[in-house]
């Protein structure tokens, strides 16, 4: 029942109540379908759990529990996946990334639970990153491979601080970035003819994230979102190329400055949570949910600290120094992602920004999500996050440069390293976009199908009428210049 209780709690058959859960479990076919199938997938049993959760899907007429049905059959298909490797095909891919690795070694590693694996349907199958992960968790095969310099990034972060304290503001040194995103759906994705509905991230307003300006677009945007949207985003409508790929472009133009916030804690005091825009991230979320896991963390971490800069810098550290960095499965398969990476000790950007947000709620710090791309520094997409200290306002902290500079700048001084570290609590460099002021919201319009992510919203989300279009569907891309500052 334990398993069982927990999935019903994550799917929202639990209700929340002034932080309290009261039980509302009715044991309907459809849900004991739910809890038999979780119950299943966890055990290795997918396709058991796929003909449980089809049968209850032609049972049960339309509605919530029928959607969420539907979603569970599509979950199981992202696991297998995030987790296409065998056995051998690992080897071979480690073979040509990892200087004179052995058969003998490489076996080794694979009993030492060095690689995440999930056993469906009666073999191990080994997740797509488990190359780069084994870097990120175990830095001293780094001389193993070829790693770039990292004093640069260094260099990067004092300039940004000691322009900030020349100047005696937080907001310093901006770049204007040109900006092409293009996501390509693949021929077969959706029938030709039919309208494919598109979603595209653009940059949200922030104080330090401005002049935001659309250039062109392919086809011309349907829809924009306002600029304080929480994700906000650009919609299109196109008919599916029926001889090819249909595409869909978006060009635009922005200034972002870099960050740098001179915390006393002294002068911070506790939110008295008068304002509700700023309560609402002070309390429990999807993924986000005061387990009493993360309670028993919290307290070991904080202890008797009051002060929330201090409480907020301890829960920083001890993820810097505690938490490993890696690629992981989809977010929209993983249950309560915060407590997924508390679990396991590792985790990606998103992740490890939830953990905090997490820890940082349980001790009355409001704290939210922010994410969106890296336009420098090494493309990608990212996640991060911002806590509210009064009297600064909206701080932005980024974990996983911290766990960065502890674990893998190994070029780097211990004490060049915590300097890095230290930075990233109320600091940011400028090489970013961000789309997200929250995570696991509605886009604007909103879609009629699953998200591919129900969490973040960085490489796109499209649809084919009721038909959500998944990441192994289409591509994205996004190209960014460095403009002239007039």
Not at 29 to 34: C, I, T, V
Not at 269 to 297: C, K, N, Q, W, Y
Request: hydrophobic share 40%; charged share 20%; net charge neutral.
């Amino acid at each position: 029942m334990k398993i069982a209780t927990h999935f019903l709690r994550a799917l929202g058959v639990f209700t929340l109540t002034f932080g309290f859960v009261s039980s509302v479990i009715s044991q309907t076919p459809a849900e004991n379908a739910l809890a038999q199938a979780a119950q299943l997938e966890i055990a290795g049993r997918f396709n058991e759990a796929s003909n449980v959760l089809n049968q209850a899907l032609t049972s049960n007429p339309p509605g919530a529990l029928a959607g969420k049905i539907g979603f569970e059959l599509e979950r199981l298909q992202r696991i297998r996946m995030d987790f296409p490797l065998t056995r051998d095909a690992l080897f071979d891919r480690l073979q040509n990334s990892v200087r004179d690795l052995t058969t003998k070694e490489f076996n080794q590693w694979v009993s030492e639970g060095r690689f995440d694996s999930r056993n469906i349907d009666g073999q191990v199958w080994f997740m797509s990153s488990s190359v780069s992960n084994l870097f990120f968790r175990h830095p001293e095969l780094e001389a193993r491979r070829v790693d770039a310099s990292q004093k640069d990034f260094l260099e990067l972060c004092r300039s940004i601080k000691q322009a900030a304290q020349h100047e005696g503001r937080p907001y310093v040194l901006p770049k204007r970035f040109d900006v092409t995103m293009t996501v390509t759906v693949e021929s077969n994705a959706a029938p030709a003819g039919q309208l494919i509905r598109a979603w595209l991230p653009i940059p949200r307003t922030y104080p330090y994230q401005t002049e935001i300006e659309i250039v062109t677009s392919s086809p011309p945007a349907k829809a924009i979102a306002p600029a304080d949207s929480p994700i906000r985003s650009a919609y299109f409508e196109q008919s599916a190329n029926g001889g090819g790929p249909t595409e869909f472009m978006l060009h635009y133009r922005y200034t972002h400055a870099a960050v740098w916030f001179d915390i006393d804690p002294k002068r911070v005091t506790p939110f008295d949570g008068h304002d509700p825009e700023i309560a609402a991230f002070a309390h429990e979320s999807p993924h986000v949910i005061f387990t009493p896991e993360m309670r028993a963390l919290s307290k070991r971490i904080v202890g008797a600290d009051k002060n929330p800069a201090l409480q907020a810098k301890k829960i920083y550290d001890w993820i810097s120094e505690n938490i490993q960095y890696s690629f992981t499965p989809e977010y929209s398969t993983i249950r309560n992602i915060s407590d997924y990476i508390r679990a396991r000790g590792y985790g990606d950007c998103g992740q490890e920004a939830l953990l905090f947000m997490t820890l940082c709620r349980l001790n009355g710090i409001p704290a939210r999500w922010q994410s969106g791309w890296r336009v420098g520094l090494g493309s990608g997409i990212h996640d991060w996050a911002e806590i509210y200290l009064a009297p600064y306002g909206w701080v932005p902290v980024d974990p996983t440069i911290g766990v960065w500079a502890v674990h893998t700048a190994t070029s780097l001084t211990p004490s060049e390293r915590r300097e890095v570290r230290d930075f990233y609590f109320g600091g940011l460099d400028q090489w970013r976009m961000a789309a997200n002021s929250d995570h696991s919201q509605t886009l604007s319009p909103p879609k009629n199908s699953f998200r591919s992510d129900d969490v973040d919203f960085q490489r796109g989300e499209l649809e084919c009428g009721n038909q959500n279009i998944y990441f192994n569907h289409f591509s994205y891309k996004l190209s960014a210049v460095e403009l002239p500052i007039k």
